[in-house]
Nanobody, 115 residues
Framework: QVHLVESAGGLVQAGGSLRLSCAAS????????RGWYRQAPGKQRELVAG???????NYADSVKGRFTISRDNGKNTVYLQMNSLKPEDTAVYYC?????????WGQGTQVTVSS
């Protein structure tokens, strides 16, 4: 079993920055990938950024050049640095961990960007 704990999100003005973290505990072995999804009101959950076990990263087109995913393996933590935030980035952000065919999810954290 894996347990994911996300840092608090927050309210930020457009153009601002925010960093989210997601700490994993439990049986954190054979991890395929980790990353972040988000879900805005009335919209489907979408992948924001992911990082594979080999360190390859991928991003949604809408966040490329603005968001950066990174990890600290020693702390079992992944980070999402969000810069140049836009009102359309407002959503609940969920971190995930893929272990084989199984996905574990964080509790979700609200990020609100005001215009």
């Amino acid at each position: 079993q894996v347990h994911l704990v996300e840092s608090a999100g927050g309210l930020v003005q457009a153009g601002g920055s925010l960093r989210l973290s997601c700490a994993a505990s439990g049986s954190t072995f054979s991890i395929n990938s980790r990353g972040w999804y988000r879900q805005a009101p009335g919209k489907q959950r979408e992948l924001v950024a992911g990082i594979s076990s080999g360190g390859n990263t991928n991003y949604a087109d809408s966040v490329k050049g603005r968001f950066t995913i990174s990890r600290d393996n020693g702390k079992n933590t992944v980070y999402l640095q969000m810069n140049s935030l836009k009102p359309e980035d407002t959503a609940v952000y969920y971190c995930y961990l893929q272990q084989g065919l199984r996905y574990y999810w964080g509790q979700g954290t609200q990020v609100t960007v005001s215009s």
